[in-house]
């Protein structure tokens, strides 16, 4: 496509990392891996009308395109370094590229991410980014790795984005004078990849994943991968104050158990560590909040207040539902 195009993606996100041997405008990058470090590389792609709402601000598309893909590298406890972006738009539009750019460049810039390459061509809007992080040597957090008596615990608040993207959807008649509707859709349209939090967790958390899918799938896949069972307690999931002043509290619920995309970090901690680890993470600025603990068995279960158990039949998102 159009080599200026490229030329305006590399002046918005131009970023100076000494480990970028080539950068944007060869045939490939070059990378100084650093010495005694491990490689840690994710690729998430965003279609329009799939992965956000048709309407969505160039911007709010290129934070959130880098976003996703940061979240995967906090969730492995990974430090991000460069990024490659592939870019399919059905013109060659000068002012979504530079929406784009400055929204994907407002959030690589204070994490020290370079661009360092990608591909431009024409078609549907649909944006690959894929990112490349440093991990020191075993000390990646997956998937694997919970075991019964461990406790689980996740980040910030659950279902905001699942909120904002039904307040996207629905159109208020009067303004959103009380600002809750603006936060809800902030939260779904400029998630905050918890990168900090994934690198306190490293060497404390037995398991870790991103919230992208909604917490019953993706704590599921702890679960699995772990070999093991969750049980959750429905009062215990942090909700937002927008959230609840929003919506009835089945809703709520709803939203903050199989609501995707709000890239809020699950993880597992032995029970006796979990105090010491809060403190850690709330000095980071990212609070922490447990919800349950992991048993013996599998799958997740979620129990309400009263202790029965809550039928949890839509478990988030499926790909390909
Ligand atoms: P080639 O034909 O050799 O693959 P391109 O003309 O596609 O090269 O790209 C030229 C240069 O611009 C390459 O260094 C490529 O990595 C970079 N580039 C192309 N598109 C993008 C993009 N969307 N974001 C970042 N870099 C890009
Ligand atoms: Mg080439």
Redesign the pocket.
């Known amino acids: 496509?159009e080599?200026d195009?490229?030329e305006l993606?590399?002046r918005h996100?131009a970023q100076a990392r000494d480990d970028v041997r080539v950068?944007?405008?060869?045939?490939?990058?070059v990378l100084a891996v650093p010495a005694g470090q491990e490689l840690a590389v994710a690729i998430d792609t965003l279609v329009e009308g799939v992965h956000f709402p048709r309407g969505t601000t160039p911007a709010d598309i290129g934070w959130k395109a880098l976003a996703v893909n940061l979240s995967d590298l906090a969730a492995m406890g990974a430090s991000p370094a460069w990024a490659?972006?592939?870019?399919t738009m059905p013109s060659a539009d000068a002012a979504f590229v530079e929406g784009f750019a400055e929204g994907f460049a407002k959030l690589a810039q204070p994490h020290r991410l370079a661009?360092?390459?990608?591909?431009?061509t024409r078609g549907p809007l649909t944006i690959s980014v894929a990112v490349h992080g440093f991990v020191p040597p075993g000390h990646a957090l997956t998937r694997a790795g919970a075991r019964a008596g461990d406790a689980v615990l996740v980040t910030g608040t659950l279902g905001d984005a699942a909120a904002g993207l039904h307040a996207v959807q629905h159109p208020p008649r009067d303004d959103d004078r009380t600002g809750l509707r603006g936060f809800l859709i902030e939260r779904l349209n400029r998630p905050t990849p918890r990168l900090a939090a994934g690198t306190a967790l490293r060497g404390q958390a037995t398991a870790c994943v991103d919230v992208s899918d909604g917490l019953l799938a993706d704590l599921g896949h702890i679960c699995t991968a772990s070999g093991v069972a969750a049980e959750i307690e429905a009062a215990l999931l942090p909700r937002s104050s927008a959230l609840l002043e929003l919506h009835d509290d089945t809703t709520a619920l709803h939203f903050a158990l199989s609501g995707g995309d709000d890239y809020e970090l699950c993880f597992t901690v032995p029970a006796a560590r979990v105090a010491e680890l809060q403190a850690g993470l709330a000095r980071l600025g990212c609070g922490a909040t447990k919800i349950g603990r992991i048993v013996e068995g599998e799958g997740v279960r979620v129990r309400a207040a009263d202790g029965s158990r809550l039928a949890t039949d839509r478990p988030g998102w499926e790909h390909f539902a």
């Open positions: 496509m080599f195009l490229i993606i590399r996100t950068g944007i405008g060869d045939d490939a990058a490659l972006l592939a870019l661009l360092v390459g990608g591909d431009t």
